[in-house]
C-alpha cells in the first residue's frame, strides 16, 4: 500500500507565500517522478508542476517564476514553494506521484487527498 500524505495549505493574502509538502509512504520501490496539480470551484483538475528524480523539473505557465518544485529523495517527500501568490490560484492542491510499489513491481499513479489553499484579502 502507498500513500501520499499532503500538508501545508491555507489562507494566505495576495503577495503571500506558502510551501506545501507530500510525502509518499508505503512498499515503495522507486519513485519515478512528483508532481502537484490544482483544482479550483468549478474547474477541471490542472497541472501545476512536476520534478523527475534527476532534479528536471517543468512548470505550467501561470506559475513559473513564482512557484519552485523540489524533491528530498531521501524522505519521499515534493514541496511546493509559492511565492507572490495570486487569487487565481486559489484551489485544492492534489499530490500526484508515478511509484513502483515493492509488491506489484509496476508503476501506479498516485494521488494526495488534497490541500485547501485560499489567497485572499
Known amino acids: 500500500q502507498v500513500q501520499l500524505v499532503e500538508s501545508g495549505g491555507g489562507l494566505v493574502q495576495p503577495g503571500g507565500s506558502l510551501r506545501l509538502s507530500c510525502a509518499a509512504s508505503?512498499?515503495?520501490?522507486?519513485?519515478?517522478?512528483m508532481g502537484w496539480y490544482r483544482q479550483a470551484p468549478g474547474k477541471q483538475r490542472e497541472f501545476v508542476a512536476i520534478?523527475?528524480?534527476?532534479?528536471?523539473?517543468n512548470y505550467a505557465d501561470s506559475v513559473k517564476g513564482r512557484f519552485t518544485i523540489s524533491r528530498d529523495n531521501a524522505k519521499n517527500t515534493v514541496y511546493l514553494q509559492m511565492d507572490n501568490l495570486k487569487p487565481e490560484d486559489t484551489a485544492v492542491y492534489y499530490c500526484?506521484?508515478?511509484?513502483?510499489?515493492?509488491?506489484?513491481?509496476?508503476?501506479?499513479?498516485?494521488w494526495g487527498q488534497g490541500t485547501q489553499v485560499t489567497v485572499s484579502s
Open positions: 500526484n506521484a508515478l511509484i513502483v510499489a515493492s509488491t506489484t513491481k509496476k508503476v501506479s499513479q498516485y
Open positions: 508505503g512498499s515503495i520501490l522507486t519513485i519515478n517522478l
Open positions: 520534478i523527475l528524480g534527476s532534479g528536471s523539473a
